[in-house]
Nanobody, 124 residues
């Protein structure tokens, strides 16, 4: 089992920045890829970013590429999402997820464990 707890969400003006963090406990953190997903109001959950178990490879959705950066610290069992140049359409509940393998994926089914989510609201 893996427990994931997100933090760092909040209200920010368009153009601003936020940093989300996810603390993991349970299984050996460095054995599996991690991802961030989000669910905008009234919409389905969507992929945001992922990082391989070693941290050497990252992958982003087109909508956040160049603005968001995913990183991980395997010594501290944490994964982070630095969000810059935030837009109104980035408003969503953001979820941290742990995959079942070392290799990242951009679909929900590849992730076995999920955090409770943290709200990010971008205002004009």
């Amino acid at each position: 089992q893996v427990q994931l707890v997100e933090s760092g969400g909040g209200l920010v003006q368009a153009g601003g920045s936020l940093r989300l963090s996810c603390a993991a406990s349970g299984r050996t953190f460095s054995n599996y890829a991690m991802g961030w997903f989000r669910q905008p109001p009234g919409k389905e959950r969507e992929f945001v970013a992922a990082i391989r178990s070693s941290g050497g490879t990252t992958y982003y959705s087109d909508s956040v590429k160049g603005r968001f950066t995913i990183s991980r610290d395997n010594a501290k069992n944490t994964v982070s999402l630095q969000m810059n140049s935030l837009k109104l359409e980035d408003t969503a509940v953001y979820y941290c997820a742990a995959a079942q393998s070392p290799y990242y994926a951009d679909y929900s089914a590849a992730y076995a464990y999920w955090g409770q989510g943290t709200q990010v609201t971008v205002s004009s």
